[in-house]
Each structure stands twice: as C-alpha cells, then as structure tokens.
C-alpha cells in the first residue's frame, strides 16, 4: 500500500468516525458540520473529473450543483401538496427518486451546454460555462412558481429506504456512501482507458488525434459525469438545510467548487474530500474568530497554488501520479 | 496504391512551405524522405496526417481522400504517427499511453512488449520519467497499437544515444520484415539507405530527387543533403 492509499484511508476513517463519536458525546452540530463537509467533498469530486482529470476548468458547475437542490426542492414540494407535475408526475420524497432526477436533469443541461462551450478552450470556456451558469441562476429568479429569489424550503427532510434520514447520523451515512460510491467511480473512470484518454486530451490535444481519438466526445462525456455527480451533491445539500434557494446556483457556488478541488489536490482521488474537509472546518474556525474569514482563506489558497500545487493531499502523501 | 500524395503545397500562415510535393507509397514499402534541414520533409508529413492541411493538391490514403477529414479520422484511416521529439503523454504511464492508443489488429501490447522488453519492465512509469530513447520506443509502440497500415517516424533516432539507436533501428527493421509500410525521415544514412526500398529527396519545398537507396551516389548526398 503506497502512501497516498494509506492517507486516503485515513481521511476517509476519520470522516466516517468522527460524527458518530460526536452524536455519542451528543454534539449534533458536529455530524452537520462533517455532512457537509461529505456532500461538498461530493459534488467537488463530481467537478474533479472535469477539472483534474480533463483540465476543463468548469466556472459553472454551480448550476449542476443548483439543478440537483431544485431537484430536491420541487419533487418534495409536490409530494407534499399532492399537486401534479409535468407529464401528471406526483413528485417524490424518496432520496433515491430524486437523485435519478436531478442525474437527468443535470445531464441534459451539461450536454447542451457542453456540445456549445467544449468547442472553446482556455479562459473562453471558462467564462462560457460561467455565462451558462448564470442564465440558470437569473432563470431560478425570475421563476415564482418555486420561490424564485426566496428560494424554497422543504418541510420534511426526504427520505432513504431503511433510514431515518431526520436522525444526523443516519443522514451522514447516507450522504458518506453515495459519496464511496462516487469516489469509486471516479477511481475506476481514471484507471480506465477512457481515463487514460481524457487525459492525454489535456496534455495534448494534437497528440490525442495523431492517434485517432477526437477529444471532443470524451471532453463532452466527462463534463456530463462531473455534472451528474455534482447533482446529487446538490440534492443531498437541499436536504441538508431543507432549504433551496438560487444562491446555490450563483457564481460563488461554481467559485467555492474550484477552491476545493485546488485546496484538496486537483486530480487527486482524494482531493475533493480532503479540499471540503479543510473548507468547512476553516469556515467554521475563522468564522467563528472574525467575519473576514474569507481574506484568510484567500491567503492559505494563495500559499496552495505558488508553493503547494498537491493541494492538501500532495502535502501528506507527496508527489501525485498524475499530474 | 497505399499512399498518393499528389502536387502538394502547405502553408504556415501566410508563409509557403511546400511548393508542390509528390510522394507515392505502395503496400510494405519503406521510403526514406530526405533532405536538408528546413526542406519540407517535416511539413510534409504533416500535411499527411492534416494537422497542418495543405491548400492544394490532394492526398489520398488507400484510395480514400482525405482532405477535409479531421486528423484523427485521418489517424483512422490506418496512418501511425511518431512525431518528431519523442511525443509522449507525459503524465500517462507507460501502460495508459499503450493502451488510451489501442485499436484491434495485429498489434497488441504483449506484441509490442516483445519488441520493446524495456517498456514491459516500466509498464507502471510515468513517461516522463523515462529516459529519451525508452520514450521514444513508447512512441513507436504506441503508434503500433493503433495497428497503423502506414507508420510514419519523423526523427526517430535523433538526439538518442547510439546504444538505444541500435535499438531502434532493430525494431524498424523487424517491422519492415513484417510487411508494414513505413515512411521513415532520419539522418543516419548509415542505418537509413540499407532498409529504405526508395529514397524521396526534397529541397526547397520541391520534390528533387528519387530512386533506389544503391542509386543515391555519395555525390548526390552531398549535393542534396551535405552540409
């Protein structure tokens, strides 16, 4: 077992432990704290494979992110009311449900923004996938139907078959296996060919087709995994804070993703965790020292990028293979 | 006929580089294209695989055109390329470069481990820190695992130490023994003349001079390619 095996175990013992050590001692707010952390390290891992794997510096991801809170947020509103949707559709407060829904829907929307934005490249895909994101921001405004700029709440947090999903702790597991499960995903997507091949597509685009791969339906491919993956994070947030609003869909959002990532080690299996875990617990530090807590995070992701480009990971387990 | 190249002429930017090139490839050929520095031999093969497509003539590869074609349908099409200076993915192991290349064939990584051992017993490397001949073997092997009906290596043999160049030029010769087509440009005429079937010599953007390897005089090789 090399040391990057071993420091991915440990980060992941710890995140499984420590809520349950916390609700023994009956500190709830600290399996909050590391749920969260869980479902941002997820929907960051989501952005990862885009952004570490395939060098697509995704400023949108918010909206993936967003479309899986309103996913939440408008299937158990329904639920609720008992008032039909589209096609006669009665809503759902099942998690699984909701999850298949906001995959979908993040699904199409990546795609066509995808097939658009993937044809740019560099700082233009960056601010392309930025304006995408802000039309499905200003459209979640504008939309009074679910809210629009107050958001929309969810009076009863959804449910998972078996659990119940109103305890902390059963919540935190829930929230702890998808994101297993994801990291799995992602293991398996970058050990694969196609792994090998996005890849090579970041390195070396020209390389890429002297061989006879077009880079685009791979780029495209990734973008809408990451998209999917950051969905159900999305959702998994909504009911979190039973609360949906278009915030979760702003361009801080989509900026806060990219911080992670940086912060935990970009490409790094473990890097999106580790980048939620140190986000969070900085978030609530500092918070709780001085409001401006943000300038400090800007120094420690300023010190990253000049002198610690590993991130959090490169820092305990050295060198990345990929890089 | 494998490869027609007929009449063509390439530009970078506003800056002709080839001035109307012929070359023709049958099946199992190797053809040596030479020339000086700065000759066109490079852009030639470039404008082969359309990464630097040329505005006239026209080129077609086992009787299929392929103007307008993207390079990597043009890849597709059967054409493996080893670029000039060992171009690796060189964040990819040894094993991810073989394998993100691989199309079904002949050519399979068991194969191209027996012609390279050395990229077997690094499978698990990094590219880049291979040393340049290794890397340039992972080249070659990646370019076969595309099961290529043409390889074409640009430099192939350049800035290596002579040692790992014995290497190299082995493998090019057990390949030509297998029947592939090769478009080989190289300098070491000493290696180069004995496995080429036909020398094509360019200057200047044009086609100069063509025949067999024994036919290219050492008059003729200090005309055309003497410094």
């Known amino acids: 077992m090399n040391r990057e095996t071993r420091v991915n175990l440990l980060l992941l013992v710890l995140l499984l432990a420590v809520p349950f050590v916390a609700d023994a001692l009956g500190q709830t707010f ?58 006669g559709f009665e809503g759902s407060a099942q998690m699984p449900v909701i999850w298949i829904v906001a995959m979908l829907a993040a699904g199409l929307v990546s795609l066509a923004i995808g097939v658009i934005s993937l044809r740019t490249s560099g700082v233009y895909f960056i601010m392309i996938t930025l304006a ?19 958001g929309l709440s969810i009076t009863l947090r959804n449910g998972f078959p078996g659990l119940n999903t109103m305890r902390p702790t059963e919540f935190f597991l829930v929230c702890f296996g998808v994101l297993a499960v994801a990291l799995v995903l992602s293991a398996l997507l970058s050990a694969s060919r196609f792994g090998a091949a996005l890849q090579a597509a970041r390195q070396n685009e020209v390389r890429l087709a002297s061989i006879g791969i077009a880079p685009m339906p791979i780029r ?59 986000f969070v617990l900085l978030e609530f530090w500092l918070g709780g020292i001085t409001e401006r807590w943000q300038f400090f995070l800007g120094l420690i992701l300023l010190v990253t990028v000049l002198f610690a480009r590993g991130g959090v990971i490169g820092l305990f387990a050295g060198k990345e293979r990929h890089g | 006929m494998l490869l027609d190249v007929h009449d ?54 086992g009787g299929q055109p392929t103007d307008r074609q993207p390079p990597h349908k043009v890849a597709r099409l059967g054409i493996g390329l080893v670029p000039e200076g060992r171009r690796c993915f060189p964040n990819l192991t040894v094993y991810e470069n073989l394998v993100a290349a691989a199309r079904p064939g002949r050519w399979t990584l068991e194969r191209v481990n027996d012609l390279f051992p050395r990229l077997a017993e690094r499978r698990d490397q990094l590219a880049r820190s291979l040393s340049g001949g290794e890397q340039q073997m992972l080249a070659v092997g990646r370019a076969l ?81 003497g410094v």
């Open chain 1, 30 to 87: 600290t399996v909050t704290l590391v749920t969260r952390i869980a479902i941002l390290a997820l929907a960051a891992v989501g952005l990862n494979i885009a952004l570490g794997l395939g060098g697509l510096v995704s400023f949108g991801h918010a909206a993936f992110f967003g479309i899986g809170g309103y996913a939440a947020g408008i299937l158990a509103s329904h639920a609720m009311s008992g008032e039909p949707m589209l096609f």
């Open chain 2, 145 to 225: 695992m595309t099961n290529p009906r043409l390889l074409i290596l640009d430099e192939a043999t350049e800035g290596l130490a002579p040692v790992i160049r014995l290497d190299i030029w082995r493998a090019i010769r057990a390949l030509k023994a297998d029947g592939l087509s090769i478009l080989v440009v190289d300098k070491t005429l000493s290696e180069l003349l004995p496995v080429a079937d036909r020398c094509v010599v360019l200057e200047n953007g044009r086609n100069a001079w063509e025949g067999r390897p024994d036919a290219l005089t050492a008059e003729l090789q200090d005309r055309y390619l």
């Open chain 2, 8 to 61: 063509i002429q390439t530009f970078y930017g506003g800056s002709q580089a080839l001035f109307g090139v012929h070359l023709k490839m049958d099946e199992g050929e190797v053809v040596a294209l030479m020339g000086r520095n700065g000759m066109g031999k490079s852009t030639t093969i470039k404008s082969i695989c359309n990464l630097t497509p040329p505005k006239a003539g026209r080129i077609s590869f």
């Open chain 1, 220 to 278: 495209l491919t990734a973008f809408v995994l990451s998209a999917m993956i950051t969905a159900v994070a999305g959702a998994l947030y909504a009911d979190l804070n039973r609360f949906v609003s278009p915030s979760m869909l702003s361009w801080h959002m989509s900026g806060e993703l990219i911080v992670l990532v940086i912060l935990g080690g970009t490409g790094r299996l473990m890097g999106p965790v580790a980048g939620a875990a140190l």
């Open chain 1, 132 to 150: 995408f994101a802000q039309m499905v921001y200003y459209f979640a405004i504008s939309w009074p139907a679910y809210g629009g700029e107050d």
